[in-house]
């Protein structure tokens, strides 16, 4: 999400900042657009290094090219707020003010190799202001937000039913799609939130994961979206078998097909590690997972990671996974109370990370993917080690007196929503 909005407001900016002298303003060949951060006018992306002596930065885009930007004492630095549209409320500032992680788009005459461009103007959004701006969307998202499965598509009427989680169990949710919603769609292999592409109705199907952002009724049975993301997920639980830091590639024997899979970790995938059940019973009074929380939130702790690092999950009651997100949550409101509890994936998003040298053969993960090409290869969106005590949690109860057979992957159930991250 965050890139797309940046390439919006630099696009609309550029389009509204005086043309820069003698530059071509003819189409770049076709061999030249493959990166669309980068056209003839300039290039969008991220500052990966400065060199203050030779006034020179290095700029990645989003799709992994390198543009060298020169800088003389003619450039004008502007420092833009994310959300503003125009130069308007730009701030003059100095290239002291510029730093590495900086979104930046560098106004100049591109070179015919589009590895280098002479910058009349260099305008910045800071890391800081980046970081502030997706936490606010990210909030919102969770307060205003919901998640689930879709269960029924009712083309005629042009709307979808979705299930989501909740502390009594399964609930559906009708949502309308309508002509002025903004959709879209994670692509195969795609991993990131910012990653999705603009997507219609004819897209949906049956099984796909929703985040939707909006108002819910009150009764609670339909919503109305403002914005909706969508996709075609694998979930997979599996017991570790190999682990290749190296090549970013871990082997594991999958628990419910029992077959050999290999999940792919990049740089935009997500790692982290649920509690124990030993550590989760210290952390809530000494009661196993399944026994509820105790009063309170969970403990702080120094760990790394979102939110709460390693205390108990925010948001885990009697029903783990209960809740749809945001407004799906009970009297309680969004992260506990009477009824409440969070989605798995707000749940998720508040353990500790950690790096794929943690893992080793043995450890039972579970692991979230779009559908890409190859069933046997998974690209990994989120992974987390500890999954046995989670699949745990999870797994339908027992009915008294009935004999069964425990299966830790039967745990994930058709309501399970761990795909779709926040922006």
Do not use: H
């Amino acid at each position: 999400m965050r890139a797309f909005l940046l390439v919006a407001i630099f696009l609309f900016v550029a389009v509204l900042a005086l043309p820069v002298c003698g530059q071509n303003s003819q189409p770049a060949p076709a061999a030249q657009t493959a990166d669309p951060e980068i056209t003839p006018n300039g290039v969008i992306g991220e500052v990966k290094s400065i060199d203050a002596g030779a006034k020179q930065l290095t700029v990645k885009t989003d799709k992994g090219s390198t543009v060298n930007v020169s800088l003389n004492e003619k450039t004008n630095y502007l420092r833009l707020p994310p959300g503003e549209k125009t130069l308007a409320n730009a701030i003059k500032i100095a290239l002291t003010d510029v730093g590495e992680g900086d979104r930046v788009w560098a106004r100049g005459k591109v070179a015919e190799d589009r590895k280098s461009v002479p910058a009349l103007a260099l305008v910045v959004m800071t890391k800081a202001d980046l970081a502030k701006k997706q936490e606010a969307e990210r909030q919102e998202w969770r307060r205003r937000g919901i998640l689930g499965v879709i269960s029924a598509i009712k083309p005629d009427a042009k709307e979808i039913t979705i299930s989501t989680r909740a502390a009594a169990g399964p609930q559906p949710v009708i949502i309308p799609i309508s002509d002025k919603l903004e959709m879209k769609r994670y692509a195969p292999d795609s991993i990131k939130f910012s990653d999705a592409k603009p997507s219609g109705f004819e897209e949906l199907k049956v099984g796909d994961q929703v985040r939707a952002l909006g108002e819910k009724s009150t009764d609670g049975t339909r919503f109305s979206a403002e914005r909706l993301v969508t996709g075609s997920f694998r979930t997979v639980a599996g017991t570790v078998t190999a682990v290749d830091a190296t090549s970013g590639e871990i082997k594991i024997n999958e628990m419910e097909k029992k077959q050999p899979l290999t999940i792919v970790i990049k740089g935009d995938s997500v790692l982290r590690k649920f509690p124990s059940a030993g550590e989760m019973g210290g952390m809530m009074g000494g009661r196993g997972p399944a026994g509820g929380a105790g009063p309170g939130g969970g403990a702080p702790s120094s760990g790394g990671g979102q939110g709460q690092p390693a205390g108990r999950p925010a948001g885990v009651s009697g029903n783990p996974a209960g809740g749809g997100g945001g407004q799906g949550a009970g009297p309680g409101g969004p992260g506990g109370g009477p009824g409440g509890g969070r989605n798995i994936q707000d749940m998720l998003e508040r353990l500790p990370t950690i790096a794929i040298t943690d893992l080793k053969v043995g450890d039972i993960i579970l692991v979230s993917s779009t559908k890409g090409a190859d069933p046997s290869r998974l690209t990994a969106i989120t992974l987390v080690s500890g999954a046995d005590t989670l699949l745990t949690m999870l797994a339908p109860r027992p009915q008294p007196g009935a004999a069964q057979t425990p299966n830790p992957a039967a745990g994930l159930g058709s309501g399970v929503t761990f795909g779709i991250g926040l922006p």
